[in-house]
T-cell receptor, first 107, second 117 residues
Framework: AQRVTQPEKLLSVFKGAPVELKCNYSYSGSPELFWYVQYSRQRLQLLLRHISRESIKGFTADLNKGETSFHLKKPFAQEEDSAMYYCALMSFNKFYFGSGTKLNVKP | KAGVTQTPRYLIKTRGQQVTLSCSPISGHRSVSWYQQTPGQGLQFLFEYFSETQRNKGNFPGRFSGRQFSNSRSEMNVSTLELGDSALYLC????????????????FGAGSRLTVL
């Protein structure tokens, strides 16, 4: 069965420090994976998706099929990165979300 | 392009009542999905509609139901409300395309916050 696991509920880092939000998935086929972000008092929105291989707001995520992971990384965290981050997998038009990681970037 | 619109934004109900939430997707989007968001459980998938047909369903009791109209607008209904139904209910719409096409991206509404007393 498809499942997305985000092991950390809360991640606190200092401004300028590297940050890695972990995401592991279970899926038998070729997944389509996403990271969604929800800033305070804003809508949940797409941050990036693996098929685009893009960097958004300095964040990147690499799909590692061997480790079934899609970790989100940023080399230098900023205070405005503080938000709730959800990893998601899409299979047959159904999205599976992880439980989310709250990132707190301290000044 | 107007975003996903959800109404009402806030509502308070008492146990045993029922509630209907509405969602208007982005113009041209034919897929509408619903999610329940709570601090403890995160985002949980309720159901997804495409061209007026329920295409996918999550693991929620039958008290939760939905429908989609010919203009792609969708409603979800919760009957016999329980305290545990208090949550933010999110609607999302998406285009439709093959894997890797970039069409399968969810655009979320602001949500309807339901409080059950």
């Amino acid at each position: 069965a498809q499942r997305v696991t985000q092991p950390e509920k809360l991640l606190s880092v200092f401004k300028g420090a590297p940050v890695e939000l972990k995401c592991n998935y279970s899926y038998s086929g070729s997944p389509e994976l996403f990271w969604y972000v929800q800033y305070s008092r804003q809508r949940l929105q797409l941050l990036l998706r693996h098929i685009s291989r893009e960097s958004i707001k300095g964040f990147t995520a690499d799909l590692n099929k061997g480790e079934t992971s899609f970790h989100l990384k940023k080399p230098f965290a900023q205070e405005e990165d503080s938000a709730m981050y959800y990893c998601a997998l899409m299979s047959f038009n159904k999205f599976y979300f992880g439980s989310g990681t709250k990132l707190n970037v301290k000044p | 392009k107007a975003g996903v619109t959800q109404t009402p934004r806030y509502l308070i109900k008492t146990r045993g009542q029922q509630v209907t939430l509405s969602c208007s997707p982005i113009s041209g989007h034919r897929s509408v999905s619903w999610y329940q968001q709570t601090p403890g459980q995160g985002l949980q998938f309720l159901f997804e509609y495409f061209s007026e047909t329920q295409r996918n369903k999550g693991n929620f009791p039958g008290r939760f139901s939905g429908r989609q109209f010919s203009n792609s607008r969708s409603e979800m209904n919760v009957s016999t409300l329980e305290l545990g139904d208090s949550a933010l209910y999110l609607c999302a719409s998406s285009g439709y395309g093959p894997i890797g096409s970039g069409a399968n991206v969810l655009t979320f509404g602001a949500g309807s916050r339901l409080t059950v007393l």
